[in-house]
């Protein structure tokens, strides 16, 4: 099957919904990034860098510099996710494109929250 990408570039920007959630989706990312990166302090010892409930201790230490990959994921996600509804839009699947950009915005939201806890309660006390 071959896709037009010019056509289906124009299809998706004619259409203000879709365009608006996927920039919506970007800026969330972008800001996100904003944050850790105005967040995180540089450390000579190492800082928590990840909470998880196994293991024997709760708190994984790292370089301060590891909390970058925060940034990182939440670009990659952003990037992954605007391509997939690119897809969606030109498989004709308007609607579920809608909510998936939607959901990928509530993943950016909940992990903006966890890398906001790890930095501020975790990280550098």
């Known amino acids: 099957m071959q896709i037009d990408y010019k056509q289906m570039l124009k299809t998706t920007l004619s259409d203000r919904t879709y365009l608006a959630v996927i920039v919506g989706m ?66 004709n699947h308007r609607n579920f494109g809608i909510v998936f950009g939607l959901a990928t915005m509530l993943i950016i939201l909940v992990g903006l929250v966890y890398v906001s806890n790890v930095i501020h309660q975790l990280a550098f006390i």
């Open 26 to 91: 970007v800026v969330m990312a972008l800001v996100a990034t904003l944050y850790i990166i105005l967040t995180v302090e540089t450390r000579d010892i190492q800082v928590t860098t990840r909470f998880a409930s196994f293991g024997e201790t709760n708190y994984y230490k790292g370089k301060w510099y590891e909390l970058y990959q925060f940034a990182l994921l939440a670009i990659a996600i952003a990037g992954a996710h605007s391509a997939l509804m690119l897809k969606f839009r030109a498989l």
